[in-house]
């Protein structure tokens, strides 16, 4: 009797145990495609990347497949002179000049690791300005209306701009794209100048056709790029026939601006027209004072992962080198951790989207309790996304509670392999884990793991020599598929000579 007391104590303990373990959370994939993925990147300006952008450390430690985070965009400032001017801004105080060579050392890095180099002007040459000075014109002496570009030299704006890209190809570098001004709609005391949503349209509609498409073949022009991903710069843009022709990227920042909110009504018009949309600064951290923490560095998961979710074709952090950005300063200060030009955990966070999203189409995902295939509602405190990429299905869950939990993943076709990709801290172990992953029958609803604390890369390897439940072939035919520099797909590889986007990397048809 004894014993059968125990037996049923144990049974009893072990029924309690199984019914307290936490159900498998549920997501679904669909094969419902969203856009296509150019890369991420970050800025080479001035400030951490003294002397003036010149130091390319941060670059060769971030750009290319060669390095261990794979970032493949670089933006640049366009500073406010002509060819062979090596003019300091007299409000400023910077030791080194202040001219178009600051960030070609870092360019030519990333061009020749297949990298795409954008320029962004803080401000015009000041001789083109109300003020008469680079500077923003946020001064006691100026009014809101000094600061802007005279409308007298709206003509000679394209004009400079084809001299810095006459400038750069000189010295080795061809720039990809050419945005129009850097927060147009921020009055600043340093390099600014100010458009208000009908001044870039005049700017654009009557005189960006100067820009020199046939002199620099594939050149792209980016819209402003608002402080806030502001859609009343864009409506503009996009409800002019002649603007929508001439701009191909729709760009901006998110400072107080959340990426579902701002940039998905803007990417749900601008996508569909071939146009690309692009994140192209923001700076995350609760408290510069110190390294981002690990719950920090999972909240920049997040935004990486809200911006693809409302339609980013591309993400550009702000500094290539800070103490809360990927490179270290060697400020101890913030942080024994901040050793000068060692990656820090927030590059390897970067490096799950940059590594393996790239060149991605985007998948519509669903919470499986969720049901509509649409909805793609955001859990406080755990994230989705999917992807495809040639013969690879891509899942990205990010998990800021302190709780393991498995996560349950219904796929809209067969996979054969898989491997777990976990980060799980600030410390450099923690920060790189590989783990294969088991497929078992079914081979289209698989189960993981996802600890606490975690961001989360599963990749997948299709099935093709099975019957899958979605033709496989014909998606990854799209998925691999070429784009032309303007944005638009084509069938097949192309035998017409240029320059073509594929796999988020620029690929010259000679």
């Given at each position: 009797m004894k014993k059968f007391f125990i037996s049923v104590i144990l049974i009893a303990a072990a029924t309690v145990?199984?019914?307290a373990k936490p159900k498998p959370i549920g997501i679904t994939v669909y094969n419902t495609k969203k856009q296509t993925i150019t890369g991420f990147g970050a800025a080479c300006c001035d400030g951490a990347m003294c002397p003036f952008g010149t130091d390319t450390n941060p670059a060769k430690l971030l750009y290319g497949d060669e390095s261990k985070i794979g970032l493949n965009i670089m933006r640049m400032e366009i500073s406010p002179n002509f060819e062979g001017d090596i003019r300091v801004p007299e409000w400023g105080n910077w030791d080194s000049p202040y001219d178009w060579n600051g960030s070609l050392p870092s360019a030519k890095i990333v061009k020749k690791?297949?990298?795409?180099?954008?320029?962004?002007?803080?401000?015009?040459?000041?001789?083109?300005?109300?003020?008469?000075?680079?500077?923003?014109?946020?001064?006691?002496?100026?009014g809101y209306q000094e600061g802007k570009l005279r409308p007298d030299c709206y003509a000679k704006f394209f004009p400079w701009l084809n001299l810095f890209l006459e400038w750069m190809h000189n010295h080795g570098v061809d720039v990809d794209a050419v945005s129009i001004q850097n927060e147009p709609d921020w009055w600043v005391s340093y390099s600014g100048c100010l458009y208000e949503p009908e001044d870039q349209v005049m700017l654009v509609k009557n005189f960006a056709y100067m820009l020199d498409r046939t002199k620099f073949p594939g050149v792209r022009l980016i819209s402003a790029e608002p402080l806030g991903y502001r859609k009343d710069y864009f409506d503009a843009l996009l409800n002019d026939a002649t603007c929508r022709k001439q701009v191909d990227i729709f760009a901006g920042h998110i400072y107080g601006h959340m990426p579902l909110q701002y940039i998905k009504p803007v990417a749900s018009e601008a996508l569909p027209l071939g146009k690309e949309i692009?994140?192209?600064?923001?700076?995350?951290?609760?408290?510069?004072?110190?390294l981002p923490t690990w719950y920090e560095n999972l909240i920049f998961a997040e935004e990486l992962n809200e911006c693809m979710l409302a339609g980013c074709t591309g993400y550009i952090y702000w500094y290539m080198r800070a103490h809360w950005a990927f490179v270290g300063t060697g400020e101890t200060k913030y942080g024994t951790a901040n050793k000068k030009n060692v990656l820090l955990p927030r590059a390897y966070v970067m490096s799950h989207f940059a590594k393996h999203v790239t060149g991605s189409t985007r998948l519509v995902t669903s919470h499986e309790s969720d049901g509509g295939r649409e909805k793609e509602e955001i859990a406080a405190d755990r994230e989705y996304s999917a992807y495809i990429k040639g013969d690879s299905v891509i899942v990205m869950a990010i998990n800021t509670t302190d709780n393991d939990r498995e996560l349950r993943i219904k796929l809209p076709f067969n996979v054969k392999s898989g491997m777990h990709l976990l980060s799980t801290g600030n410390e450099s172990a923690n920060l790189c884990q590989e783990e294969d992953i088991a497929i078992d029958e079914p081979l289209n609803d698989i189960t993981v793991d996802m600890p606490g604390s975690s961001l989360n890369t599963y990749i997948f390897m299709l099935d093709n020599g099975s019957t899958a439940i979605t033709d496989v072939k014909t998606v990854k035919e799209e998925t691999t598929s070429w784009l032309t520099l303007d944005g638009r797909r084509l069938n097949k590889k192309p035998t017409q000579k240029g320059i073509y986007i594929h796999n988020g990397k620029k690929v010259v048809i000679k």
């Amino acid at each position: 009797m004894k014993k059968f007391f125990i037996s049923v104590i144990l049974i009893a303990a072990a029924t309690v145990v199984e019914a307290a373990k936490p159900k498998p959370i549920g997501i679904t994939v669909y094969n419902t495609k969203k856009q296509t993925i150019t890369g991420f990147g970050a800025a080479c300006c001035d400030g951490a990347m003294c002397p003036f952008g010149t130091d390319t450390n941060p670059a060769k430690l971030l750009y290319g497949d060669e390095s261990k985070i794979g970032l493949n965009i670089m933006r640049m400032e366009i500073s406010p002179n002509f060819e062979g001017d090596i003019r300091v801004p007299e409000w400023g105080n910077w030791d080194s000049p202040y001219d178009w060579n600051g960030s070609l050392p870092s360019a030519k890095i990333v061009k020749k690791r297949g990298g795409i180099v954008f320029g962004t002007p803080w401000s015009p040459p000041g001789e083109y300005k109300t003020n008469g000075t680079a500077q923003g014109g946020n001064a006691e002496d100026q009014g809101y209306q000094e600061g802007k570009l005279r409308p007298d030299c709206y003509a000679k704006f394209f004009p400079w701009l084809n001299l810095f890209l006459e400038w750069m190809h000189n010295h080795g570098v061809d720039v990809d794209a050419v945005s129009i001004q850097n927060e147009p709609d921020w009055w600043v005391s340093y390099s600014g100048c100010l458009y208000e949503p009908e001044d870039q349209v005049m700017l654009v509609k009557n005189f960006a056709y100067m820009l020199d498409r046939t002199k620099f073949p594939g050149v792209r022009l980016i819209s402003a790029e608002p402080l806030g991903y502001r859609k009343d710069y864009f409506d503009a843009l996009l409800n002019d026939a002649t603007c929508r022709k001439q701009v191909d990227i729709f760009a901006g920042h998110i400072y107080g601006h959340m990426p579902l909110q701002y940039i998905k009504p803007v990417a749900s018009e601008a996508l569909p027209l071939g146009k690309e949309i692009w994140m192209t600064e923001h700076s995350v951290t609760d408290n510069i004072d110190h390294l981002p923490t690990w719950y920090e560095n999972l909240i920049f998961a997040e935004e990486l992962n809200e911006c693809m979710l409302a339609g980013c074709t591309g993400y550009i952090y702000w500094y290539m080198r800070a103490h809360w950005a990927f490179v270290g300063t060697g400020e101890t200060k913030y942080g024994t951790a901040n050793k000068k030009n060692v990656l820090l955990p927030r590059a390897y966070v970067m490096s799950h989207f940059a590594k393996h999203v790239t060149g991605s189409t985007r998948l519509v995902t669903s919470h499986e309790s969720d049901g509509g295939r649409e909805k793609e509602e955001i859990a406080a405190d755990r994230e989705y996304s999917a992807y495809i990429k040639g013969d690879s299905v891509i899942v990205m869950a990010i998990n800021t509670t302190d709780n393991d939990r498995e996560l349950r993943i219904k796929l809209p076709f067969n996979v054969k392999s898989g491997m777990h990709l976990l980060s799980t801290g600030n410390e450099s172990a923690n920060l790189c884990q590989e783990e294969d992953i088991a497929i078992d029958e079914p081979l289209n609803d698989i189960t993981v793991d996802m600890p606490g604390s975690s961001l989360n890369t599963y990749i997948f390897m299709l099935d093709n020599g099975s019957t899958a439940i979605t033709d496989v072939k014909t998606v990854k035919e799209e998925t691999t598929s070429w784009l032309t520099l303007d944005g638009r797909r084509l069938n097949k590889k192309p035998t017409q000579k240029g320059i073509y986007i594929h796999n988020g990397k620029k690929v010259v048809i000679k």
